[in-house]
């Protein structure tokens, strides 16, 4: 094919179908006018373990789904690589992810119009929060119920009940509704999840999208470098079935790869740091240093549980028959053990380091346990309370580390490099133990098993912390929206430097939600396609 084929020609080409692209590309299309082409890197979300909600520890690792990209080796963490799974499938990192529904809360956003951001604030975006749920719980003044996002209540276990006593117990108000008026307490989520079914972006948005005339969606398309006349983007090459091949936009290019690899295609286009375009013979587009640059994410620590009752997962994992039981249940009717999420019940809470009053750590309370994920569950009865940073005080980067476009970019977090990020993770544990300490979870553990009680002093903690802490997979920031220097797109996410150009997913948030990040990405598509829309009428 060449670039005048008309499938390989749009108003707006659309680069990735994760959880921005796949809103874009359903919310772009329904102007019967605006041609729309979406170009996946990978392939149909055809992996039956991506839709059965339980089967997250089929799909994170797993190369036929996962990019399975990693950090630089982090000092602040024994100099160990840290894995950030992505989603390499339709629907991106939201068919592979835990499902959660978390919105953060309204200082989140109001702190990003504060920053310099007009029209990001709560107020502003909460109408595309409601507009984009389908809450089983109805509608109300926080909530949508006619939405294409599917969000549906978990179950209640004895276990998780006995989780959300134990923090009433220490002190903590116990929530109906984490995206309600407060989140400080301890509840049960929601997650995004219909009728037993992964309600993943490709899913909820893209599915039905995908019959209109005016959308085209191809597959197996890498992009591999945004196409410039000067500096306003015409189109994307892109590699597929091992041909380079390129596509035309004739009204703006928008990309949605996510926050490890929106950077990098920008940067191996020509929209970076000069000093490290230059280093790799990239000619220069637009000189622009942030881009890569303020990558965060939430650091968790596990602190683990032998329970001393088999009422965890770990029991029916470990038996052939509890666990065929579970299969005929889901099968014949979406119910069980595998309709619904592992981590169902937590608690939003303030550190030392929370002087604002927002809550900086988040308890994700498991009805499992094991040494790493994608490991087989311990071979006794166990549990979960893993709690992580909201907030972290550093930065790191993603860089291209050559001009290959297929080569993975370098990546550091910089975790654990402060001294209060030190002093919130030890709190963390501090709080783990804290909960685990009340009568109502007391009586279900027979001991710690990790760290365990010979872990007892600050320094002990931290330690433990370096040796064993991972991420809860929420990379952000990398494309930050903004008014600065640093600053790679505006308030409209368009591209600083350039023109016909955007990035509209998680790397443009100045700083991350308070909690988990797909609830928000999709609002970022949802508000992005109004203002795209507003701004090609013009």
Not at 307 to 319: A, K, Q, Y
Not at 502 to 527: F, H, L, Q
Request: aromatic share 6%; net charge neutral; proline share 7%.
């Amino acid at each position: 094919m060449n670039i005048t084929d008309p499938r390989l020609e749009a108003d707006v080409v659309i680069v990735g179908a994760g959880a921005a692209g796949c809103v874009l590309a359903a919310r772009l299309s329904e102007d019967p006018a605006l041609r729309v082409l979406l170009l996946e890197a990978c392939g149909e979300d055809s992996n039956p373990w991506i839709h059965v909600p339980s089967g997250v520890a089929k799909t994170v690792g797993n190369p036929a789904v996962d990019w399975r990209f990693e950090t630089e080796p982090a000092p602040g963490l024994a100099g160990r690589r840290v894995p950030l799974p992505r989603g390499k499938v339709l629907g991106g990192t939201t068919a592979i992810n835990g499902m959660l529904y978390i919105r953060g809360t309204p200082r989140d956003y109001d702190g990003w119009r504060d920053a310099g951001n007009p029209g990001w604030g709560w107020s502003d975006v909460l109408p595309y929060f409601i507009r984009a749920e389908a809450n089983t719980r109805g509608a109300s003044a926080l909530h949508g119920a006619d939405g294409p996002l599917a969000v549906s209540d978990i179950p209640r276990d004895e276990l998780s009940d006995a989780f959300l006593c134990a923090a009433g117990e220490a002190g903590y108000t116990v929530l109906d509704d984490f995206n309600g008026l407060s989140q400080e307490g301890a509840g049960y989520y929601q997650m995004m999840t219909r009728r037993g079914r992964r309600a993943s972006t490709a899913r909820a948005y893209l599915k039905a999208a995908r019959n209109r005339p005016n959308l085209q969606v191809v597959t197996g398309a890498q992009a591999t470098r945004i196409l410039f006349k000067g500096t306003r983007a015409t189109g994307v090459e892109f590699v597929r079935g091992g041909a380079t091949q390129q596509a035309r936009a004739h009204r703006e290019v928008l990309i949605a790869a996510g926050a490890l690899q929106s950077p990098q295609l920008l940067q191996l286009s020509g929209v970076g740091p000069a000093e490290l375009l230059g280093s790799h013979g990239i000619p220069v587009v637009a000189d622009r240093p942030g881009v890569g640059e303020n990558l965060h994410d939430h650091l968790q620590v596990r602190v683990i549980y032998r329970c001393n009752r088999p009422v965890t997962i770990n029991d029916i994992l470990n038996s052939k028959f509890r666990l065929a039981l579970e299969g005929a249940k889901y099968l014949f009717a979406r119910t069980g053990l595998l309709a619904h999420v592992i981590f169902r019940s937590g608690l939003f809470a303030r550190s030392s380091a929370a002087p604002e009053g927002r809550p900086d750590l988040q308890i994700h309370f498991g009805l499992l346990s094991f040494d790493r994920m994608g490991a087989p569950p311990h071979p006794f009865p166990g549990f979960t309370v893993s709690v992580s940073q909201l907030r972290p005080t550093k930065r790191g980067w993603v860089r291209i580390t050559s001009a290959d476009p297929l080569a993975a970019p370098a990546i550091q977090a910089d975790y654990l490099s402060s001294d209060t990020d030190c002093r919130v993770m030890t709190e963390a544990v501090l709080l783990a133990r804290r909960i685990a300490a009340q009568p109502s979870l007391a009586a279900y553990i027979e001991h710690e098993y990790s760290p365990g009680a010979d872990c007892a002093s600050p320094e002990q903690m931290l330690e433990h912390v370096r040796r064993t802490a991972g991420t809860v997979h929420h990379p952000v920031g990398t494309c930050r929206m903004g008014g600065d220097a640093l600053a790679v797109v505006d308030h409209r996410l368009r591209v600083r430097g350039a023109e016909g150009l955007r990035v509209i997913d998680g790397s443009v948030m100045p700083a991350i939600n308070s909690g988990n990040t797909t609830a928000p990405i999709v609002m970022i598509g949802e508000k992005a396609s109004d203002m795209i829309r507003e701004d090609l009428r013009t």
